[in-house]
């Protein structure tokens, strides 16, 4: 299995970034999937989580209204939208793959490599 992370970079305060994780050796559309972030120092985050179908999404609070968890399944892509970008969403960002529905990092199974995302102020 592989989960490809794609799209980090450095943007300022306020700008947006698109992240992209093209998934391989699963079957993509029986996984759930989940981002989550890493800032140094501190422990891995779960960011939000997309239902196998996309007919539902999980977002931990401090993101809500500003970024958007999406996939699609005939591409085996999931994505992350983030707008309005702030300092504190500094961090390496990890997609991962999940037969459990939930934000829980211990339920999912396979992981990508992660993307740095760095926000300026």
């Known amino acids: 299995v592989q989960l490809q992370a794609s799209g980090g970079g450095l943007v300022q305060a306020g700008g947006s970034l698109r992240l992209s994780c093209a998934a391989s050796g699963l079957t993509f559309a029986s996984y759930h999937m989940g981002w989550f972030h890493q800032a140094p120092g501190k422990d891995r985050e779960s960011v939000a989580a997309?239902?196998?179908?996309?007919?539902?999404?999980l977002y931990r609070d401090s993101v809500k209204g500003r970024f958007t968890i999406s996939r699609d399944n005939a591409k085996n892509t999931v994505y992350l939208q983030m707008n309005s970008l702030k300092p504190e969403d500094t961090a390496v960002y990890y997609c991962a793959a999940s037969l459990t529905w939930g934000l829980r990092a211990s339920g999912y199974d396979y992981w990508g490599q992660g993307t740095q995302v760095t926000v300026s102020s």
């Open positions: 997309v239902f196998w179908s996309g007919s539902s999404t």
